[in-house]
């Protein structure tokens, strides 16, 4: 028998005289998924699936070595934006460098399908407002070879990738196909017969595969231009007669509303009874965004107990919230710079990074930008204040990324500590590394200085890992790596954490229930062979970093994970030490899945 190590990851090639197993991950801490505890054991994969977990003494075709590694499911992230890319690039990072296994896209209402060719770029608009993705890099990658939703899982099913992913049908698309221009104005609503053509496609996306519909109900998403989205204030009429369209299927709604953030609770009262109609026409699984803003910091502990009393009379809505604060990064080269507003910032703003870089270290114009910033600070509302002058909530992310911050290790910190000005540091911070190093700002999620209530919020009994909107807020948000900052958080490092074997099946098992992917998820006979083989002391985020490597050379933020020794999907290692190997397993998943047969 001969041996070859493959990287640092145990893998080995085996040729053993006659193997029965394609594929044993040996010796590994195993979390299963299930939520019982860890214990030492093997895992045999045949035909890309789970087929035992023990002791085994057979022997595979191929084998890894996990002896002293945590080894999981594959993670399954529900929140992302992939529509576009998924079309054109099979690798799907940085989610795949972060464990992921299989995402859901078309949430929040946005997605490229059903497309009329007329109304291209609007749809392009819209997801470049609403989810900050370049529009150029979406004109040039898309290739609208479809019309209709069908065709458009025709497209997603054409393209191999590392990962599997499924699609919502987005509601912001739908309404624009049938409407025109009129479903782009939250104004207008459709009449009988354009309801009815609505119902009747969403049913055809459903019967498609489609995972469910994603909507939006917030003010903050908007098109290129600033228009609110067409789905903004959609009438119960339309919402419910559309959920009803998913009745007895296992489809799924997704949406956002800010009654997580709205200080109206006649506002808040009517959005979470329309989101009961919706759920009760449906009588299938509903989850909505919840956040921690500071307008209403308390909000999402009512927003938790209506979920659970809403289950309490047999109605299945979760919340989705995430496992750290939501903020945003700022930079030279990112969408947010807390100097943008200074005039003597944007008389270099023009420049490539390394003429502005020069720029801004001529001590002159440094010293005016620090001078003008106070103004443009202070005129600034709440939310801006705190990117453009928070420093007491600005945090340097080192490597790795230390995300459970703390505010006496913010900017404004650092710099009373070496007797400086925080505006200065926070400028000369940001032209180091040539100009890329970014700084952190959490908008929510962070209120009251800790991380005390993202505890109680992802331990709450109705709440589903989300919102990590991987491949979307391409210059400002790389929330794509919250798997992995959902173990070193909650299972590693933090003293009020849980056992691992509670914090794995949130981002596993629940998370694909809730979109009906019954075959993964758990490390079980007869479920699908994705797998995580990790070091858990090891585990970490990269700093992000910006590229630009999107067709026309769009820019995104890329991060990468340590501590992976090896993603596997199907039964296929996909990554070895974090480097791709060349295989493409992951498929479309078209609708539910039920729990395989053993």
Same mark, same amino acid.
């Given at each position: 028998?001969?041996?070859?190590?493959?990287?640092?990851?145990?893998?080995?090639?085996?040729?053993?005289?006659?193997?029965?197993?394609?594929?044993?991950?040996?010796?590994?801490?195993?979390?299963?998924? +299930?939520?019982?505890?860890?214990?030492?054991?093997?895992?045999?994969?045949?035909?890309?699936?789970?087929?035992?977990?023990?002791?085994?003494?057979?022997?595979?075709?191929?084998?890894?070595?996990?002896?002293?590694?945590?080894?999981?499911?594959?993670?399954?992230?529900?929140?992302?934006?992939?529509?576009?890319?998924?079309?054109?690039?099979?690798?799907?990072?940085?989610?795949?460098?972060?464990?992921?296994?299989?995402?859901?896209?078309?949430?929040?209402?946005?997605?490229?399908?059903?497309?009329?060719?007329?109304?291209?770029?609007?749809?392009?608009?819209?997801?470049?407002?609403?989810?900050?993705?370049?529009?150029?890099?979406?004109?040039?990658?898309?290739?609208?070879?479809?019309?209709?939703?069908?065709?458009?899982?025709?497209?997603?099913?054409?393209?191999?990738?590392?990962?599997?992913?499924?699609?919502?049908?987005?509601?912001?698309?739908?309404?624009?196909?049938?409407?025109?221009?009129?479903?782009?104005?939250?104004?207008?609503? &459709?009449?009988?017969?354009?309801?009815?053509?609505?119902? #009747?496609?969403?049913?055809?996306?459903?019967?498609?595969?489609?995972?469910?519909?994603?909507?939006?109900?917030?003010?903050?998403?908007?098109?290129?231009?600033? #228009?609110?989205?067409?789905?903004?204030?959609?009438?119960?009429?339309?919402?419910?007669?559309?959920?009803?369209?998913?009745?007895?299927?296992?489809?799924?709604?997704?949406?956002?509303?800010?009654?997580?953030?709205?200080?109206?609770?006649?506002?808040?009262?009517?959005?979470?009874?329309?989101?009961?109609?919706?759920?009760?026409?449906?009588?299938?699984?509903?989850?909505?965004?919840?956040?921690?803003?500071?307008?209403?910091?308390?909000?999402?502990?009512?927003?938790?107990?209506?979920?659970?009393?809403?289950?309490?009379?047999?109605?299945?809505?979760?919340?989705?919230?995430?496992?750290? &604060?939501?903020?945003?990064?700022?930079?030279?080269?990112?969408?947010?710079?807390?100097?943008?507003?200074?005039?003597?910032?944007?008389?270099?703003?023009?420049?490539?990074?390394?003429?502005?870089?020069?720029?801004?270290?001529?001590?002159?114009?440094?010293?005016?930008?620090?001078?003008?910033?106070?103004?443009?600070?202070?005129?600034?509302?709440? /939310?801006?204040?705190?990117?453009?002058?928070?420093?007491?909530?600005?945090?340097?992310?080192?490597?790795?990324?230390?995300?459970?911050?703390?505010?006496?290790?913010?900017?404004?910190?650092? /710099?009373?500590?070496?007797?400086?000005?925080?505006?200065?540091?926070?400028?000369?911070?940001?032209?180091?590394?040539? =100009?890329?190093?970014?700084?952190?700002?959490?908008?929510?999620?962070?209120?009251?200085?800790?991380?005390?209530?993202?505890?109680?919020?992802?331990?709450? #009994?109705?709440?589903?890992? =989300?919102?990590?909107?991987?491949?979307?807020?391409?210059?400002?948000?790389? #929330?794509?790596?919250?798997?992995?900052?959902?173990?070193?958080?909650?299972?590693?490092?933090?003293?009020?954490?849980?056992?691992?074997?509670?914090?794995?099946?949130?981002?596993?098992?629940?998370? /694909?229930?809730?979109? =009906?992917?019954?075959?993964?998820?758990?490390?079980?006979?007869?479920?699908?062979?994705?797998?995580?083989?990790?070091?858990?002391?090891?585990?970490?985020?990269?700093?992000?970093?910006?590229?630009?490597?999107?067709?026309?050379?769009?820019?995104?933020?890329?991060?990468?994970?340590?501590?992976?020794?090896? +993603?596997?999907?199907?039964?296929?290692?996909?990554?070895?030490?974090?480097?791709?190997?060349?295989?493409?397993?992951?498929?479309?998943?078209?609708?539910?899945?039920?729990?395989?047969?053993?």
């Amino acid at each position: 028998m001969t041996i070859r190590s493959v990287h640092e990851a145990h893998v080995c090639v085996l040729s053993p005289a006659a193997p029965v197993l394609d594929l044993i991950v040996r010796a590994g801490t195993v979390v299963d998924g +299930t939520g019982t505890p860890p214990i030492t054991a093997d895992v045999g994969v045949r035909e890309g699936r789970v087929v035992e977990v023990g002791r085994l003494t057979e022997r595979a075709h191929r084998e890894i070595d996990a002896d002293g590694l945590v080894v999981t499911p594959g993670f399954v992230d529900i929140h992302t934006h992939f529509d576009g890319q998924a079309t054109w690039d099979p690798i799907l990072a940085p989610s795949a460098w972060h464990g992921v296994t299989s995402v859901a896209m078309g949430n929040c209402g946005v997605g490229f399908a059903p497309a009329r060719p007329d109304r291209h770029d609007w749809l392009i608009s819209l997801m470049e407002g609403v989810e900050d993705i370049p529009g150029a890099a979406l004109a040039e990658g898309l290739s609208w070879e479809w019309e209709s939703f069908p065709d458009y899982m025709d497209a997603l099913e054409g393209v191999s990738r590392t990962i599997d992913v499924g699609a919502h049908v987005p509601h912001a698309a739908l309404r624009a196909f049938v409407m025109g221009d009129r479903g782009a104005d939250p104004g207008e609503a &459709p009449d009988d017969e354009e309801l009815a053509r609505m119902v #009747d496609l969403l049913a055809q996306g459903v019967a498609v595969g489609a995972v469910g519909m994603g909507t939006s109900r917030t003010e903050l998403h908007r098109t290129r231009s600033g #228009d609110p989205v067409g789905t903004l204030r959609a009438a119960r009429r339309e919402m419910v007669a559309l959920a009803g369209t998913l009745r007895n299927t296992g489809a799924v709604l997704q949406l956002i509303s800010d009654c997580y953030q709205s200080v109206d609770p006649e506002y808040v009262a009517a959005e979470l009874a329309l989101m009961e109609a919706m759920a009760e026409a449906s009588k299938g699984p509903l989850s909505f965004s919840v956040q921690q803003p500071a307008s209403v910091p308390g909000r999402w502990r009512e927003l938790q107990a209506w979920a659970a009393d809403c289950a309490s009379r047999g109605l299945d809505v979760w919340t989705q919230v995430a496992p750290r &604060p939501i903020g945003v990064l700022m930079g030279l080269s990112a969408t947010v710079n807390p100097f943008a507003g200074c005039r003597s910032y944007r008389e270099v703003a023009h420049l490539g990074l390394a003429e502005r870089v020069q720029a801004l270290s001529e001590p002159a114009r440094r010293s005016r930008i620090i001078e003008e910033h106070a103004a443009v600070s202070e005129r600034a509302a709440r /939310a801006g204040r705190q990117m453009l002058g928070g420093f007491d909530l600005m945090f340097r992310l080192d490597d790795p990324v230390d995300y459970d911050i703390h505010p006496d290790r913010s900017m404004a910190a650092h /710099a009373a500590g070496a007797g400086v000005d925080d505006t200065g540091l926070v400028l000369d911070t940001m032209l180091e590394q040539g =100009g890329h190093q970014l700084l952190y700002t959490p908008l929510f999620n962070f209120v009251h200085g800790d991380l005390a209530d993202v505890r109680e919020m992802i331990g709450a #009994d109705r709440s589903l890992f =989300g919102l990590s909107d991987a491949g979307a807020h391409c210059g400002a948000i790389c #929330d794509a790596s919250f798997t992995t900052s959902y173990l070193t958080l909650w299972a590693r490092d933090r003293a009020d954490g849980m056992p691992i074997e509670e914090v794995v099946p949130r981002v596993s098992r629940d998370t /694909a229930r809730h979109v =009906g992917w019954h075959d993964r998820g758990t490390l079980r006979p007869g479920m699908l062979a994705d797998i995580n083989v990790l070091d858990l002391d090891a585990l970490g985020c990269a700093p992000p970093r910006i590229v630009n490597d999107l067709p026309a050379g769009g820019r995104r933020l890329l991060q990468r994970a340590y501590g992976y020794r090896c +993603t596997i999907k199907a039964g296929e290692p996909t990554f070895v030490g974090g480097e791709h190997t060349g295989q493409l397993p992951g498929r479309l998943v078209r609708g539910a899945r039920s729990h395989p047969q053993v």
